[in-house]
């Protein structure tokens, strides 16, 4: 219930979405490099394009598990030294106890297995009730690898942080750091199950209300989608007009060589590159998180396959993003390095850098 007021509290406070101000810089980059380089244009950025990216059905990312029940009347005759016991398996089997959300599971199994070890010492050595417990302890342990994905897998903070967004993280995105620290906490609680128990309930609710508070997941991942779109495009035009004109052909300065040049400094190094630098430090964060959390046991081969196609050393979105940023790079240093104009060279510090293209 406290969940659920905070998340209706939380969307009326975001109800008004800001202008995309990362699609409108990238798009502005695109345009001016486009009109230096006297190209034929580019093919925009298709938001369109980020739904491969999209969660796999939560039918194919959860566990089924089989219930593990203990008779209540066993507990009430020969439990009454274990209150606290009685007490979570009578909530368990309460109406309000069948309808708990997944994330609520996982903390309850804590509490569970935590009861059940406090309670073993005021039992008989040879008592049936005690075996009993013993080896529910033991089922409920194996299990909790299991509960953990489906408490990931089965809620909407977990889901919601994980899927595109329609707009790319402002350039002037605020600091996101609770989110991506509950990010890396729920990985090393993963990592520590079975032998860690899981933290109650009251603990969990913060670690996955961190994740629903925040845009900026589902801002990242298009962020590095249309980063990627954006280098890649701004790279074919860079060389595509080397391999058809090249600027600077006798390798020295022209004047739309310092066009380029002007273009270079203002609006990739004093624009994108910041831009660039931001996303690139967040999903480093973003990346170790996830690849943290798929190493954990017991992950659904579902999900695993989505973690690393997002954030996988290669042949993902991340690793596309960085290979596409080092592209345009060495895209842009062959370019001004052909007429003289790089950093280091003559040209450099004598170009005129503030024509207008």
Not at 46 to 54: A, I, P
Not at 134 to 147: E, G, I, M, N
Not at 164 to 190: K, M, N, Y
Not at 289 to 297: G, I, P, V
Request: charged content about 20%; hydrophobic content about 40%.
């Amino acid at each position: 219930m406290k969940r659920l007021a905070l998340l209706l509290c939380l969307a009326l406070l975001t109800g008004c979405n800001p202008a995309d101000s990362g699609l409108a810089l990238q798009n502005d980059y695109l345009e001016r490099l486009n009109r230096a380089l006297e190209a034929d244009g580019f093919a925009a950025f298709d938001s369109r394009s980020t739904s491969q990216y999209r969660l796999p059905p939560r039918r194919e990312r959860l566990l089924a598990l089989p219930e593990l029940r203990i008779s209540l009347l066993d507990l009430v005759i020969d439990a009454r030294r274990c209150p606290r016991l009685q007490q979570l398996i009578s909530q368990r089997n309460s109406s309000l106890g069948k309808q708990l959300v997944p994330s609520q599971r996982l903390g309850y199994e804590g509490d569970l297995l935590r009861a059940i070890d406090d309670c073993l010492p005021h039992l008989q050595e040879d008592s049936s009730l005690r075996a009993t417990l013993q080896r529910l302890a033991s089922d409920k342990r194996d299990q909790l690898p299991a509960v953990f994905w489906n408490a990931l897998n089965g809620s909407p903070e977990f889901e919601g942080y994980l899927r595109f967004a329609d707009q790319a993280l402002p350039v002037t995105a605020r600091e996101d750091s609770a989110a991506l620290d509950a990010l890396q906490q729920l990985a090393a609680l993963g990592q520590a199950l079975p032998q860690n128990l899981p933290p109650p309930a009251e603990q969990l609710e913060p670690l996955f209300f961190a994740l629903y508070a925040s845009d900026q997941g589902g801002q990242l991942i298009t962020s590095l989608a249309s980063l990627r779109h954006t280098l890649e495009a701004g790279s074919d035009l860079l060389e595509q007009r080397q391999q058809r004109r090249p600027l600077c052909p006798l390798g020295q300065a022209t004047p739309r060589g310092r066009i380029l040049q002007n273009i270079f400094v203002k609006f990739y190094a004093g624009g994108l590159q910041p831009y660039l630098a931001q996303v690139d430090q967040r999903g480093q964060q973003w990346q170790a998180a996830l690849l943290h959390l798929q190493r954990t046991d017991g992950i659904p081969a579902a999900t695993r396959e989505h973690l690393l196609r997002l954030a996988g050393e290669q042949d993902s979105l991340w690793q596309d993003f960085r290979d596409a940023t080092a592209r345009h790079v060495k895209a842009w240093q062959t370019l001004l390095n052909s007429c003289g104009l790089a950093p280091g060279q003559a040209g450099w510090n004598s170009a005129e850098n503030d024509a207008e293209p």
